[in-house]
């Protein structure tokens, strides 16, 4: 049975109280936009862990990992937005307008309270309008999106503050393991390898790798095997069963299932769709 058609640009406000967990698709081929408006998060994105104070806000593009932690027991709340590259693809093109983090992997910025309210007030609009569900409502998103966009581009440009990325020994220890599921993922990888590679118990492993992303590692590697399934299917004419072996899936069943979860349709699917 074949998913509804999600629309074009969705903005959500959530708020909640104590700890919490995404449990949800960790990448998607929309963009996205993370404005925290009270609380304190983790964020992994780009193989890194930040932790996000209010007013933090996060742009990702489209298919890179991302997921957000509790950052101890305190509540928080959150602005999403998603929305899609043909969404604003021709207003950009009429007026020749040219934003570098579209092409980036993302952009993390700490705006100061000043450009809070300014991003806040297009936030809140953009929610008040789909509250309302007026005629035009179209354009009206786009162009409150393309000026939170400028609100963005310069923020950036003045930027003195920038966001760094957390590096206690633990989550040291972490990121050598992500850059070793990154260049091992062909392989047949198990804890009792990981364990013996990093001189740590393989519950241990676990946990801190858990604790650190909001990943289990077979989560995570899936993630990164599933994510070169795509490219391939795109980008050669390679049988189904062939990338099934060269990214690490130990049977063709195993493959289509794995990628069916992450990506919502067959690997088949996915190929006619996006050749």
């Known amino acids: 049975m074949e998913q509804e058609p999600q629309p074009p640009f969705i903005i959500e406000q959530i708020k909640r109280a104590g700890p919490f967990s995404m449990d949800s698709d960790h990448y998607h081929d929309t963009y996205e936009i993370y404005y925290l408006l009270a609380g304190e998060r983790s964020y992994y994105i780009n ?34 937005i998603n929305f899609e590259e043909v969404f604003l693809q021709k207003t950009l093109a009429h007026y020749d307008l040219h934003f570098p983090f579209l092409t980036a992997q993302c952009l993390l910025l700490r705006p100061g309270v000043h450009e809070q309210g300014a991003i806040e007030y297009l936030l809140f609009s953009m929610l008040k309008e789909q509250k309302e569900k007026r005629t035009q409502q179209i354009p009206y998103f786009q162009t409150l999106l393309i000026q939170l966009f400028i609100e963005m581009n310069r923020i950036q440009e003045i930027s003195n503050e920038p966001i760094t990325p ?36 393989s519950t241990y492993l676990c946990r801190v790798f858990k604790q650190t992303t ?5 989560e995570y590697l899936n993630y990164i095997r599933i994510k ?48």
Not at 214 to 218: A, C, D, H, R
């Open 47 to 80: 193989n890194l862990i930040y932790t996000l104070h209010k007013g933090d806000l996060i742009f990702i593009n489209k298919n890179e990992l991302h997921r957000t932690t509790s950052k101890g027991s305190a509540s928080h709340e959150r602005i999403l």
């Open 166 to 201: 957390e590096s206690s020994d633990k989550q040291l220890k972490v990121y050598e393991i992500i850059d070793y599921l990154q260049a091992n993922y062909a392989e047949k990888l198990t804890l009792e390898r990981l364990s013996e590679t990093f001189f740590i118990s």
């Open 214 to 218: 909001g990943f289990t590692i077979v």
């Open 228 to 275: 070169e399934a795509q490219r391939l299917l795109q980008s050669t004419n390679a049988k189904v069963t062939t990338i099934a072996e060269d990214t690490g899936f130990d049977s063709i069943a195993h493959f289509g299932r794995v990628f069916k979860q992450i990506v919502k349709r067959s690997p088949l699917q996915y190929r006619k769709q996006n050749r």
